[in-house]
């Protein structure tokens, strides 16, 4: 595996070998402070350019990083559809275990496309285009404390979805219970716990993506509840498991309606609560609901 001194050669080497490179920042968790460094971290790289379709037209030029195990051009993809920002992305990974995540922008929309990432630091600047970033920091990722018509919408989002769940668990449709759970469902309950670890922190630490960070955050009790509401396949575990995300969600919102005299609403929590009960209890092959 190359070392990051070599990548990063290689990197800015690139950019000052080619007149049309004018440009060079990275941003991303090798810019971050408080990122735990390891051997997957990318390098995430933009490259400020002129003539665009001169490096999007052939892009065999991007072997020049090396042995590229797999690579994704977004911009050029159907089934996911493309921004089409006028950027190109280069996501490649290679065979050493390397991976770079390169933007190409043109440089007639730096203005608009660079210094909104407070993790950026500038590695070449040829024409002297761009501002001074401060230093890189994470505060762009923070938490940020809720609105009361936020925390009423995740509260809403969270009971009204989980009705779903229970239905898709009884019917014994597996997929549709378990995207009901782990996308709406979970989302809420993470965006709770958010603004729990928020509340813990004063809002001055990021999450990170996908809550990577709550482990660190939570106290050893509440991230063991939290690992319990991933369940396996079995009905009867994911019954566990929606549960268990009930209590946690419950707890979480009353500690962050507390913090901000939010009300929670309670009715809500005790009614579809019971209903999932009933729901479980309910027999298969069942002609009403309720008598």
């Given amino acids: 595996m ?3 001194e070599e990548m990063m050669n290689l990197i800015v080497g690139t950019a000052q070998e080619d007149e049309r490179i004018r440009a060079v920042v990275m941003n991303g968790s090798r810019t971050n402070p408080r990122a735990q460094k390891d051997c997957f971290q990318d390098f995430d790289v933009v490259y400020v350019v002129r003539d665009l379709a001169s490096f999007t037209k052939n892009h065999q030029w991007v072997h020049r990083f090396g042995e590229i195990m797999i690579m994704q051009m977004p911009e050029e993809m159907s089934l996911i559809p493309p921004n089409n920002n006028g950027i190109f992305v280069y996501l490649m990974q290679f065979t050493d275990g390397n991976r ?3 933007t190409l922008i043109p ?14 630091i ?3 600047d040829k024409d002297h285009m761009l501002q001074t970033f401060p230093p890189a920091s994470d505060n762009n ?9 936020q925390f009423a919408d995740c509260c809403n989002e969270f009971w009204w979805v989980s009705t779903y769940v ?9 997929s549709y219970a378990k995207e009901m759970m782990d996308v709406p469902v979970r989302n809420m309950l993470m965006q709770m716990l958010e603004w729990r670890i928020g509340i813990d922190t004063d809002f001055s630490v990021s999450a990170g993506k996908s809550g990577k960070y709550f482990k660190h955050y939570l106290d050893p009790e509440t991230w063991k509840h939290f690992v ?15 549960f268990r995300m009930g209590d946690l969600f419950r707890t979480s ?18 009614k579809v609560t019971a209903h999932l009960q009933h729901v479980r209890s309910l027999p298969k092959g069942a002609k009403v609901m309720y008598s």
């Fill in 100 to 102: 770079i995540d390169l």
């Fill in 141 to 149: 990722y923070w938490i940020s404390p809720p609105t009361s018509k």
């Fill in 253 to 270: 919102a009353q500690k962050v309606a507390n913090h901000f005299k939010f009300e929670y609403p309670e009715s809500d929590d005790a």
């Fill in 2 to 4: 190359r070392t990051e």
């Fill in 122 to 124: 500038v590695l070449l």
């Fill in 107 to 120: 440089e007639e929309k730096i203005d608009k496309m660079l210094g909104e990432d407070s993790l950026s």
């Fill in 228 to 242: 319990e509401t991933y369940p396996d396949g079995e009905y009867d575990n994911m019954w566990k498991s929606l």
């Fill in 166 to 174: 229970g239905k898709g668990i009884w019917r014994e449709e597996l």
